[in-house]
């Protein structure tokens, strides 16, 4: 009798798990594992499309990052950005960088924020030479662009992405343009410069023709972040650049996943980045939670002046101190205020001995800002530079102030 049953009870084991579930429970296992292969084709699809990215690996070694840096960026990761006004595709060394961007993301909230770092900043570029920060890139490519950004500011960057111009355009036409508020006074440099951008872009270029918030295609709005003749200057662009950016990602939020493809194709040879296939991944998996927080301009307290051997710079006051400013925007820490690094506080004091004591200029370009630019202050008359170019021609807005004697 015990036999039988054991018999009967082996019996029930008869057959593979499948046919042992109820209806129910096959059709739960079959759309799990429909599902679960659209998944997994789905990453190695995006992994092969990845492996057409033009990565340049940066060495650890190779980077210059203080233990101040490290303590002060617990709970975040930065990331420097690139833009390359190369007119000919060229991302490597040889090329200065037109945009210099610092990206903070929080790792808990998903927040990011946007620091740019003005083009014709005076910084050591390495070796301890003080020279304009756009040069670091074209002198040892994007290692010596990162180190100097982590020298100057005490921040702990690793890895980087270049973009040419020319991309960006791509990328907006591809979302269907983006929405800007065009001031009276952008109308006009925007059209002088708008067939220059589509010449290089290889696209057509359509004037504006009047101000007020527009749809902007990919050249419009490309030559928008690049034009720097308005009252600001260099320092008003910056604010462009980020106002476009932060355009751009919300379209990237959402598009349909036929457009991004279509980027993913498009975009990923004309970028050159030092973050793996796999980091991409992973950052993607959290990318409609991410958020774009305030941006800035930094140095925050400055002034300008044109000196011998140097050309037109922007002076730091001081580089300490702006860098005191800069870790409590980006970290907002709450306690005591941060302590910048010993490398800080020398270059800070080169930099006072290259140009003298200095007073910084009041000014509402490197402001906080966030959302749409139309938000921003009109500017007066007095502030309004007459460099109609928007070419790299170390002619940034003059807001001199003479060194105190």
């Given amino acids: 009798m015990s036999r039988r049953r054991r018999r009967r009870h082996g019996r029930k084991k008869n057959g593979n798990w499948f046919s042992r579930l109820s209806i129910g429970g096959k059709i739960g296992v079959c759309a799990g594992g429909f599902f679960l292969c659209i998944i997994v084709s789905g990453v190695i699809f995006v992994a092969a499309k990845l492996g057409r990215l033009n990565n340049e690996d940066i060495k650890s070694e190779d980077l210059i990052v203080n233990k101040e840096a490290e303590e002060s960026a617990k709970g975040y990761t930065n990331f420097a950005l690139f833009g390359i006004d190369s007119r000919s595709g060229k991302l490597e060394k040889g ?56 020298q100057n500011l005490d921040l702990n960057i690793k890895d980087f992405a270049t973009v040419d111009f020319a991309a960006i355009a791509n990328a907006i036409d591809l979302l269907g343009g983006v929405e800007i508020e065009i001031k009276p006074e952008e109308v006009k440099p925007m059209n002088k410069h708008i067939a220059e951008t589509a010449k290089v872009a290889d696209k057509k270029a359509n004037l504006i023709s009047e101000p ?58 004309t970028i050159k980045t030092s973050l793996s296939t796999g980091e991409i991944l992973s950052y993607a998996k959290n990318f409609m939670k991410y958020k774009i927080g305030d941006s800035s301009g930094f140095p925050f307290a400055k002034t300008t002046d044109k000196v011998s051997g140097l050309g037109s710079i922007v002076i730091p006051v001081t580089l300490k101190d702006n860098v005191i400013q800069l870790h409590d925007f980006l970290y907002g820490s709450e306690e005591e205020e941060y302590v910048p690094s010993s490398d800080v506080d020398d270059i800070s004091s080169k930099i006072e001995a290259k140009v003298g004591p200095r007073v910084a200029v009041e000014d509402e370009f490197s402001r906080k800002v966030k959302g749409d630019s139309s938000d921003e202050e009109e500017t007066s008359d007095e502030e309004k530079s007459d460099d109609t170019s928007d070419e790299d021609k170390d002619e940034p807005v003059k807001m001199t102030i003479e060194p105190i004697e």
Avoid: H, W
Avoid at 110 to 135: F, H, P, Q, W
Avoid at 243 to 257: A, N, T, Y
């Fill in 95 to 150: 090329t200065r960088s037109d945009t210099i961007i610092v990206a903070s993301l929080n790792n808990e909230t998903k927040e990011i924020r946007m620091v740019s770092v003005y083009r014709d900043t005076l910084l050591n570029i390495g070796d301890g030479e003080l020279a304009k920060c756009n040069a670091a890139y074209s002198f040892g490519g994007p290692t010596q662009a990162i180190n100097m950004l982590n």
């Fill in 212 to 269: 007020g918030k527009q749809l902007l295609d990919g050249v419009q709005a490309t030559t928008y972040a690049r034009i720097r003749s308005t009252a600001g200057g260099d320092f008003k662009r910056t604010e462009r650049q980020r106002i476009v950016i932060e355009k751009l990602i919300g379209k990237i939020q959402d598009s349909d996943l036929g457009t991004l493809n279509k980027m993913i194709d498009e975009l990923l040879p």
